[in-house]
């Protein structure tokens, strides 16, 4: 039977570009395309010389999965061990979908010359059963990991923030809140929000203990009293929430926030903190609200928005 290196080599390209790519979007990784096409070449590189050598270190275990945490990296630059970690598995987990998908096709095809070497399939069989294999599993698994997204529990949603101001910081909780769309009118800062009880170290006691004289206008010479490093910092933000169609919220510019996403540390500067009186949750669990939006759409340019008066769930 003739073997078409070039042709191995593509095919190997694809159902490796196809099984990174899904793997990114069962990550929600910001994917990029550059890496996912070098890290699916250097997989079809190692699936070629697995065939063609007959050197047996190329079809160890091993070697197969330091090639996996190489394909990974490269495709996806995690970071952190833990993050890698997580990437690999469902890296594995894709592979194993797709690779019954094209069993199963290559089961009916029915080929009559095909070839295994090193755990490496070659043989008659067209580009087109690759393809078909890859679409195939990246249906069922897309399917598969949003039935699962669907049973999360809150809990696993809970992410933890650090607010700087003035050389001050503070550490709570809050819930990444996919409803949370509240952005300032002014600035176009996505808002988050928080109970008042944890601003105590950042924001002076007077302007906490008349919020709403603040907002309602009767009370102004709180905010004009204030030191100087405080004065631009406050505005009022419209929202509407159930209940409440047209709401009003103190907020205030911090330095920056700190949020721990996923294993990642993320920076925003262009942030403003919505002050809440009450008490978001019974239980204590959390202490703010942050729109998944914020943590998902970082890199996006603050200012962005058409609407002013957005929903969230307070």
């Known amino acids: 039977m003739t073997i078409y290196l070039d042709i191995v080599l593509l095919e190997n390209i694809v159902m490796n570009y196809i099984i990174l790519f899904a793997t990114g979007l069962a990550n929600k990784i910001n994917l990029k395309q550059t890496r996912i096409i070098i ?8 699936a070629v010389v697995s065939f063609i050598t007959n050197i047996n270190i190329y079809g160890t275990l091993v070697l197969k999965i330091l090639l996996s945490i190489s ?9 952190g061990i833990k993050k890698l970690f997580k990437e690999l598995i469902i890296f594995y987990l894709i592979s194993f979908a797709f690779g019954g998908c094209a069993f199963f096709l290559l089961y009916y095809v029915k080929p009559q010359e095909i070839l295994s070497k090193n755990g490496i399939l070659i043989g008659t069989y067209p580009l087109k059963i690759a393809l078909l294999g890859g679409i195939l599993g990246f249906a069922i698994v897309n399917i598969t990991f949003k039935v699962i997204k669907g049973k999360i529990d809150k809990s696993n949603l809970i992410c933890n923030v650090k607010i700087n101001f003035n050389e001050k910081e503070i550490n709570l909780k809050a819930l990444t809140d996919t409803g949370n769309l509240l952005k300032d009118p002014i600035s176009g800062y996505n808002v988050i929000v928080v109970e008042a009880s944890k601003l105590k170290r950042l924001i002076p006691e007077n302007v906490l203990e008349n919020i709403n004289e603040i907002i309602r206008g009767e009370r102004e010479e709180i905010l004009i009293n204030l030191e100087n490093i405080y ?12 209940g409440k169609e047209n709401g009003l919220l103190l907020g205030f510019r ?9 294993e990642e540390d993320i920076k925003i500067s262009n942030i403003i903190v919505g002050i809440y009186e009450k008490n978001i949750t019974k239980n204590e669990a959390y202490s703010a609200l942050i729109g998944l939006d914020i943590l998902k759409n970082n890199n996006r340019k603050q200012g962005d928005f058409n609407e002013y008066n957005a929903n969230v769930k307070i």
């Open 71 to 79: 394909m990974v990296y490269l495709g996806f630059s995690p970071k």
């Open 254 to 262: 911090p330095d920056y926030i700190l949020v721990n996403y996923e």
């Open 231 to 242: 004065k631009s910092r406050f505005r009022i933000i419209p929202f509407s929430s159930l």
């Open 39 to 46: 890290s699916s070449i250097i997989g079809a590189l190692y």
